[in-house]
């Protein structure tokens, strides 16, 4: 899994870290160029009434800029869709390929859209599953097909084929599981720099929480702490 360059795909500013952080950070010693791709501006993340959609999306922001410093991602861009509004559709998917496009990565790593729940406590967010979905979309089609999204030529970005894609799942659905062990406390950092995030979720206990979930993975395999993907190999 030595990759050049990877593009992280994700809906909200705080799911890279929660999906694949330890993984992040692994790549980033590794000498790997990590680039994040924010489809919303995370402006539904606050239930407070403090708080209007503009000032949560800037604070945001700020967080997941720390959160990626924390992980060594290179840059950080945001596509701007309405947080809470996501859908798979052309506007989503051109403007996930014009990401694609400019940074041309090895590797392009995204939710699992086929991820409707997970045990008897968590139902999937729509959003997450619309940026996963958007995603392949834009991987089998959009990217490396020239006639698609014309406008996206003249704005000077040919078409390229990804040639390897990690969806983020479920352990059960998982074919690679990546040992976070040496990088959970950078993981967990970084998921700590969300701090409307961690305060939303009351008495959750992130270091306890992600170790507990990272360590499920990494059952019945030779590591302490896992991040599990379903992968694939795309010939150009
Ligand atoms: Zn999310």
Same mark, same amino acid.
């Given at each position: 899994?030595?990759?050049e360059?990877?593009?992280v795909?994700?809906a909200?500013? +705080? %799911? #890279?870290?929660?999906?694949?952080g330890?993984?992040i950070a692994?790549? $980033?010693e590794?000498?790997?160029?990590?680039?994040?791709?924010?489809a919303? %501006?995370g402006?539904?993340g606050?239930?407070?009434p403090?708080?209007?959609r503009e000032? =949560?999306?800037a604070?945001?922001?700020? !967080?997941?800029?720390?959160?990626a410093?924390?992980?060594?991602?290179k !840059?950080?861009?945001?596509?701007?869709?309405?947080d809470g $509004?996501?859908q798979?559709d052309?506007?989503?998917? &051109?403007?996930v $390929?014009?990401?694609v496009r400019r940074?041309?990565?090895d590797?392009?790593?995204?939710? +699992?859209?086929?991820?409707?729940?997970?045990?008897r406590?968590y139902?999937n967010?729509?959003d997450h599953r619309?940026?996963?979905e958007a995603?392949?979309?834009v991987?089998?089609? +959009?990217a490396p $097909?020239r006639?698609?999204?014309? !406008?996206l030529?003249?704005e000077g970005?040919e078409p390229f084929?990804?040639?390897?894609?990690?969806l983020?799942? !479920?352990h059960?659905e998982a074919?690679? &599981?990546?040992?976070?062990g040496?990088t959970?406390?950078? &993981? =967990?950092?970084?998921?700590?720099?969300?701090?409307t995030?961690?305060?939303?979720m009351? +008495?959750? %206990?992130?270091d306890a929480?992600?170790r507990?979930?990272a360590?499920?993975?990494?059952e019945?395999?030779?590591?302490?702490? #896992?991040e599990a993907f379903r992968t694939f190999?795309?010939? %150009?």
């Open positions: 899994m030595d990759f360059r990877a593009l795909v994700f909200h500013p +705080d %799911d #890279a870290e929660f999906l694949c330890g993984t692994r790549w $980033t590794a000498g790997t160029e990590v680039d994040y791709v924010c919303t %501006d402006s539904a606050w239930n407070g403090d708080l209007g000032e =949560i999306a604070v945001r922001a700020d !967080e997941l800029r720390a959160a410093d924390v992980l060594g991602v !840059e950080v861009r945001f596509l701007g869709f309405v $509004t996501l798979p052309l506007e989503l998917r &051109k403007a $390929t014009r990401e940074v041309r990565p590797v392009i790593v995204a939710p +699992d859209p086929s991820l409707l729940w997970s045990g406590s139902i967010h729509p619309a940026v996963g995603v392949l979309a991987v089998a089609c +959009d $097909t006639p698609q999204f014309p !406008e030529l003249e970005f084929t990804v040639p390897a894609l990690w983020s799942t !479920e059960r074919d690679t &599981k990546v040992d976070i040496s959970i406390e950078r &993981k =967990i950092e970084a998921l700590e720099a969300h701090t995030q961690i305060a939303n009351g +008495d959750f %206990d992130v929480r992600i507990e979930w360590a499920a993975i990494a019945s395999e030779d590591m302490e702490y #896992a190999l795309l010939e %150009d």
